[in-house]
């Protein structure tokens, strides 16, 4: 999971430096900023879709709302202090802590006991 969202990150960083980038040299240079956080929010979002499979609704919504909260409190804290790049920089710290929230919340939580889903009625 994370290796693959870091080879995604290598390669939209190469590709932001190649002669194929379009867009102003600019957000190329900020797509290696940016790309750093990808890996962590891809583990994080593994996290939390590890909480959803083991049907732990109230976990998963618990630790979804605060990892977007505390990267949206970055970026905008960031873009509030130092403008663009302090939200570029804000997105890439917001992603990291958000997604080692949900990890650490997985690491530390006792597997619930399932209840088993058909139960046996008892005979005549």
């Known amino acids: 999971c994370a290796l693959l969202s870091g ?3 290598l390669g939209a960083v190469a590709l932001a430096h190649s002669p194929l980038w379009v867009f102003d040299p600019v957000a190329a240079d900020w797509m290696a900023v940016v790309a750093i ?3 962590a929010q891809s583990l994080g979002s593994c996290a939390i879709h590890y909480l959803q499979a083991r049907d732990r609704m109230r976990e998963k919504a618990v630790v979804e709302f ?3 909260l505390v990267t949206v409190t970055a ?3 960031g873009a509030w202090v130092w403008g663009f790049a302090g939200c570029a920089i804000g997105y890439t710290i917001g992603s ?3 997604g080692a929230i949900a990890l650490v919340r997985v690491a530390v ?3 619930r006991e399932a209840a088993p889903r058909h139960p046996r009625r008892p005979g005549p």
């Open 66 to 68: 605060v990892s977007r």
């Open 96 to 98: 990291v802590f958000g």
């Open 109 to 111: 939580s006792r597997p």
């Open 37 to 39: 956080g990808l890996p």
């Open 75 to 77: 970026v905008v804290a």
């Open 7 to 9: 080879a995604v990150a």
